[in-house]
């Protein structure tokens, strides 16, 4: 994220706050709710470097443990910082943020993408593998890298800027190598998505220049302006990508964070009522062009900024994002972190929760994804409670692209219910047929109804539980009270969150 700024310090909790506030109408049903981990500089994960693979997978397990009583259910994970690896099946060395060395492999071997994979989806979260394609390093230190790293083996392929190594994105050989790296995780890995934040060419640094007209002048003869050629550039790399991974999996999502102002509109008239950087001229970044294209499966704009704030009001920003989506999914990024800044607009503790229910009341933006991880773990201004015991206090059902499949599972059959010891509540159900699309059930969706009470699947406070185990054909339900009378239904998910309807319904009187 362009925000990197750790935070130190908690405000004083405001759950009781909340929980004293009159009650909203009932969350959506259907809402991505996200959250950045990165691990560059280890942000979020690990908390240091060189920690013991035990360490390791209990931090993560922590983490994600409480993103899922906050309600989240999509995690992204920063699994490439710096032309690096979080995961074993890779040809580009282990990142140092792992194991504090570049090259040196968890100890006991383990995979920690495999295992953030296996943990996310058994807590019903998808999980989006966030690269970061054209960082190569953080420093200009050696020492830092391998011999054996692509910024030594291939020292043509970058320039540096700003303190850092880059992948100079006109080089056609760069971006294959690019495509290759990510497309090795997308057949190697059972993820959700594939994630880009804002970094495409670098944030202006004042009195440089990027040294890359020697590459315009060997590349970029169908361009007069340098400009449209560097766009030019990142645009087929998302292209090309994105051709790459929906040929390879159908079901997998692609989506990009970009820099909250595409342009402005004193600019451009087509731009936002803001006055702030351009993704568009300084990053080179035309997020408005791949969303309208087709190329990718959500925009996810990183608006960290408050209602009203001069330069960029998140209001314009949502509004203006909602109306250049195309019919894909907007998914807002929320700049957890800034909630302890004394700024204008930051004071207001509220401001964060204010901007979910105005992005919710926009019936084309589908969610939000935080950063960071830690903010919310650490109850910044209370803005887990925030989430947890009011705005995200019910499940919710990653929203379907049915752009990619609109073809929903078959009901689960024969669903029986029988009380067992300890006043629990036994389903069983068999597997649903297959559809028309070939696919049986990805996962299943468990829902209870108190005696008295609409059977409405619509309804997100009737949610038990949200499975991604195709494979489970029972669930226990320990939560029953005595004398109470439930009805049980189950439905079926595929891999897109298309929904099947209701099993057969069962009633069951705990005695």
Known sequence: MRLLFLLTGLLTCFSNHILSQPQPSEPPKHEFRGVWIATVANIDWPSKPGLTTEAQKEELIRILDTHQRTGINAIMFQVRPAADAFYS???????????????????????????????????????HAWF?????????????????????????????????????????????????????????????????DDYFYPYPESRQLLPDTDTYRLYGADFDDIDDWRRHNVDTLIHQLSDSIHAAK??????????????NSKRDPEGSETNGLEAYSALYADARKWIKEGWIDYINPQIYFPFGYAAAPYEKL????????????????????????????????????????????????????????????????????SLQYDLYRYKALQPPMLWLDNTPPLEPMELTAKTIAN???????????RSRDGETAYGYV??????????????????????????????????????????????????????????????????
Do not use: C
Not at 112 to 118: I, K, Q, V
Not at 355 to 363: G, V
């Open 132 to 196: 970061n394609p054209y960082r190569a390093t953080m420093d200009m230190n050696p020492q830092n890298t391998r011999e054996d790293h692509i910024t030594k083996t291939h020292p043509g392929w970058f320039f540096s800027y700003g303190g850092k190594k880059l992948f100079n994105p006109g080089i056609p050989e760069v971006r294959s190598y690019i495509v290759r790296i990510i497309m090795n995780v997308v057949r190697n890995y059972d993820i959700d998505g594939v994630h880009f």
């Open 250 to 263: 159908h079901y997998l999502k692609f989506g990009i964070s970009p820099f909250g102002i595409w342009r």
């Open 89 to 127: 099946k890779s040809e580009e060395p282990w990142s140092r943020y792992l194991s504090g060395k570049q090259g040196g492999a968890p100890d006991p071997f383990y995979d920690p993408l495999e295992f953030a994979l296996t943990e996310a989806h058994k807590r019903g979260m998808e999980l």
């Open 423 to 433: 006043n629990k509540v036994l389903l069983n159900w068999k597997t649903p047929l």
């Open 446 to 511: 468990i829902y209870r109804f108190n005696e008295g009470e609409e059977v409405n699947i619509e309804n997100s406070r009737n949610i038990l539980t949200i499975s991604f185990d195709g494979k489970q054909t029972s669930y226990t339900d320990d939560g029953v009270r005595k004398n109470v009378r439930y009805t049980y239904a189950v439905t079926a998910l595929d891999r897109l969150k298309n929904e099947s309807g209701p099993s057969n319904l069962v009633v069951v009187k705990i005695n």
């Open 318 to 385: 949502v509004d203006w994002w909602s109306n250049n989506t195309y019919n894909k999914h907007l998914y807002i990024g929320q700049g957890v972190y800034r909630v302890t800044e004394n700024r204008e607009g930051w004071r207001d503790k509220s401001q964060i929760p204010r901007q979910i229910r105005y992005l919710r009341n926009n019936p084309r933006v589908q969610g939000s994804v935080f950063f960071s991880s830690k903010s919310l773990t650490s109850n910044l201004a209370g803005i887990r409670d």
